[in-house]
């Protein structure tokens, strides 16, 4: 149960699960279920009574979202079931968080109060959990119009098929995804999976990540799977925890309304969605790029300039943290012109009133749920058109860590958020997390040319017609000169080594 293996991307491939039905399970399972009247809860309840999971391994926490009446559990039910009533707040996500503040068990199954599981559902689902810690397993459905069915034919049923006919049933519009992405080792992006009421994950994650978001009313799933990617997880959908949902989704009740009532919750909260932040000028919960640089003993002048290249380029969903001492300014009396901190205090008052620009005094182990963080010299100001060509260089072969090597031996580097979770969860004290990255998702180095481009060439003069003539001698060809680097603005006390076009010689202080 402590290993956890340095798995390349969503490539679980080196995780070896029990087979159902002969092994020994020893991790306890809480199955949360939001209900609100819960008019299929008995069926529910009935199919998790007849599991093949221990039942002293296993509670059931039926949290009750403002039903009325209360709701009132069933005779068939789990040995180990419970209602756990909100108190305040309303909707799912408020409901399964308030469930799993109160579970006990080591792993969190998240369930609807509409679906009915096979007997090896949560078996299925928790055997990969006894293998690593990391994990987020995914649950299969198929969409069935509700039969006249009792809890006791539940119960009793040894299959689905035996009470439900599956063949007229819908599936899941996930399963082709799993399928075509073998079962999504290869898939770039295998959150987007994590959208059905049933997967399961260490109590631990669950709470690492917050939770699911009690603002978000539709696609919270969804939502929360993408800070499940960011945290460094890996997916794995498990086609032996099948399921039913009694009824068809909402998507085939009224489509059009579906799609639009989870847009924006989706397009604030999940940079990734590029598709739903097309309008122009606007500004988004999440960035999808913090820029970290640090500020400390350096001019307001040089960070000024830094600053506005950052929010001037092609890419403009950006957040800027500047990282500097900020907790030594104190706002008691002092010699304004010769205040120690003046610098610090003048950069602090410049920028605080500007949302898109943090100041801290430490950098987080990770910019989530920001995907990507950028980190570089605060005295190379970014190019129009760094990060957007970064970002393409890293989005071809999903590169964890994108090291640019600057003439001076410094670098300029673009961190993916889920590779540096991964590596988080994986390092033991002391190891170097790019060593780690490095087998999970790739470091690759590159040279700064492409990022930050040459400044274009001014076109010479055109050349006179030959029917003109002049009296002036011919000036002698000249070689066109050297391109200069971009200038950083200091006053002279405050020189510093600045960097132009990248891959020119350094020009010294």
Same mark, same amino acid.
């Given at each position: 149960m402590n290993a956890r293996p340095a798995m390349t991307q969503n490539d679980y491939s080196p995780l070896s699960p029990p087979e159902l039905g002969t092994w020994s399970p020893a991790?306890?399972?809480s199955v949360v279920i939001p209900a609100h009247g819960g008019p299929h809860l008995e069926l529910t309840l009935a199919a998790l009574a007849a599991q093949t999971y221990p039942d002293h391994l296993m509670e059931v926490l039926v949290v009750d979202d403002g039903s009325e009446p209360p709701i009132q559990l069933p005779e068939l039910r789990p040995v180990n079931t419970r209602v756990v009533p909100v108190t305040t707040g309303w909707g799912i996500s408020n409901a399964v968080n308030t469930g799993a503040k109160a579970a006990d068990g080591e792993i969190i199954q998240r369930l609807d109060a509409d679906m009915v599981a096979c007997r090896e559902h949560i078996e299925a689902l928790a055997r990969w959990h006894h293998v690593t810690d990391y994990l987020v397993t995914i649950g299969m459905k198929r969409f069935i119009e509700v039969p006249d069915l009792t809890a006791e034919q539940v119960f009793r049923a040894g299959h689905l098929g035996d009470v439900f006919d599956l063949a007229s049933g819908v599936s899941?519009?996930?399963e082709a995804t799993i399928a075509k992405?073998?079962?999504? $080792?290869?898939s770039r992006n295998?959150? @987007?999976?994590?959208?059905?009421?049933? #997967?399961?994950?260490?109590?631990? +994650? #669950?709470?690492? +990540?917050?939770?699911?978001?009690p603002n978000v009313v539709r696609g919270e799933d969804t939502e929360f799977a993408y800070r499940l990617a960011m945290h460094g997880v890996v997916f794995i959908p498990d086609?032996?925890?099948?399921?039913? @949902?009694?009824?068809?989704?909402?998507?085939?009740r009224d489509r059009d309304r579906a799609v639009r009532?989870?847009?924006?919750?989706?397009a604030h909260? +999940?940079?990734? $969605?590029?598709?739903?932040?097309k309008d122009q000028g606007r500004r988004w919960l999440v960035p999808y790029v913090e820029i970290v640089l640090d500020v400390t003993d350096t001019s307001e002048a040089v960070v000024r300039q830094a600053v506005a290249a950052a929010l001037d380029g092609k890419l403009q969903d950006v957040v800027v943290t500047l990282v500097g001492p900020w907790a030594r300014l104190h706002d008691g009396r002092r010699a304004v012109l010769s205040d120690p901190l003046?610098?610090?205090?003048?950069?602090?008052?410049?920028?605080? @009133?500007?949302? $898109?620009?943090?100041?801290?005094?430490?950098?987080?182990?990770?910019?989530?749920?920001?995907? #990507?963080r950028y980190r570089g010299p605060v005295d190379v100001p970014l190019h129009k058109a760094t990060l957007e060509r970064m970002i393409e260089t890293v989005q071809k072969d999903l590169t964890g860590v994108l090291v640019v090597d600057l003439p001076d031996g410094r670098a300029a580097r673009l961190e993916r958020t889920s590779a540096l979770g991964r590596a988080l969860l994986l390092a033991a004290p002391g190891d170097d997390l790019d060593e780690i990255i490095q087998t999970t998702h790739g470091v690759r180095h590159e040279d700064p040319d492409r990022y930050w481009p040459p400044a274009p060439q001014p076109k010479p003069p055109a050349e006179k017609a030959p029917s003109e003539k002049s009296t002036a001698p011919k000036a002698a060809p000249q070689k066109p000169a050297a391109p200069l680097p971009p200038i950083v603005t200091v006053p002279a006390t405050e020189e510093r080594t600045l960097l132009g076009r990248l891959k020119s010689v350094i020009r010294p202080s």
């Amino acid at each position: 149960m402590n290993a956890r293996p340095a798995m390349t991307q969503n490539d679980y491939s080196p995780l070896s699960p029990p087979e159902l039905g002969t092994w020994s399970p020893a991790l306890s399972v809480s199955v949360v279920i939001p209900a609100h009247g819960g008019p299929h809860l008995e069926l529910t309840l009935a199919a998790l009574a007849a599991q093949t999971y221990p039942d002293h391994l296993m509670e059931v926490l039926v949290v009750d979202d403002g039903s009325e009446p209360p709701i009132q559990l069933p005779e068939l039910r789990p040995v180990n079931t419970r209602v756990v009533p909100v108190t305040t707040g309303w909707g799912i996500s408020n409901a399964v968080n308030t469930g799993a503040k109160a579970a006990d068990g080591e792993i969190i199954q998240r369930l609807d109060a509409d679906m009915v599981a096979c007997r090896e559902h949560i078996e299925a689902l928790a055997r990969w959990h006894h293998v690593t810690d990391y994990l987020v397993t995914i649950g299969m459905k198929r969409f069935i119009e509700v039969p006249d069915l009792t809890a006791e034919q539940v119960f009793r049923a040894g299959h689905l098929g035996d009470v439900f006919d599956l063949a007229s049933g819908v599936s899941s519009s996930t399963e082709a995804t799993i399928a075509k992405t073998d079962g999504l $080792r290869k898939s770039r992006n295998p959150y @987007h999976v994590c959208t059905g009421p049933t #997967f399961a994950l260490p109590r631990e +994650v #669950f709470h690492a +990540v917050g939770g699911l978001d009690p603002n978000v009313v539709r696609g919270e799933d969804t939502e929360f799977a993408y800070r499940l990617a960011m945290h460094g997880v890996v997916f794995i959908p498990d086609m032996e925890a099948q399921a039913v @949902h009694l009824g068809l989704p909402a998507q085939h009740r009224d489509r059009d309304r579906a799609v639009r009532a989870v847009e924006p919750y989706l397009a604030h909260r +999940v940079p990734l $969605r590029r598709d739903l932040r097309k309008d122009q000028g606007r500004r988004w919960l999440v960035p999808y790029v913090e820029i970290v640089l640090d500020v400390t003993d350096t001019s307001e002048a040089v960070v000024r300039q830094a600053v506005a290249a950052a929010l001037d380029g092609k890419l403009q969903d950006v957040v800027v943290t500047l990282v500097g001492p900020w907790a030594r300014l104190h706002d008691g009396r002092r010699a304004v012109l010769s205040d120690p901190l003046f610098e610090m205090r003048l950069m602090r008052d410049l920028f605080a @009133h500007d949302d $898109r620009i943090r100041l801290i005094d430490e950098a987080a182990p990770t910019p989530a749920p920001a995907p #990507f963080r950028y980190r570089g010299p605060v005295d190379v100001p970014l190019h129009k058109a760094t990060l957007e060509r970064m970002i393409e260089t890293v989005q071809k072969d999903l590169t964890g860590v994108l090291v640019v090597d600057l003439p001076d031996g410094r670098a300029a580097r673009l961190e993916r958020t889920s590779a540096l979770g991964r590596a988080l969860l994986l390092a033991a004290p002391g190891d170097d997390l790019d060593e780690i990255i490095q087998t999970t998702h790739g470091v690759r180095h590159e040279d700064p040319d492409r990022y930050w481009p040459p400044a274009p060439q001014p076109k010479p003069p055109a050349e006179k017609a030959p029917s003109e003539k002049s009296t002036a001698p011919k000036a002698a060809p000249q070689k066109p000169a050297a391109p200069l680097p971009p200038i950083v603005t200091v006053p002279a006390t405050e020189e510093r080594t600045l960097l132009g076009r990248l891959k020119s010689v350094i020009r010294p202080s």
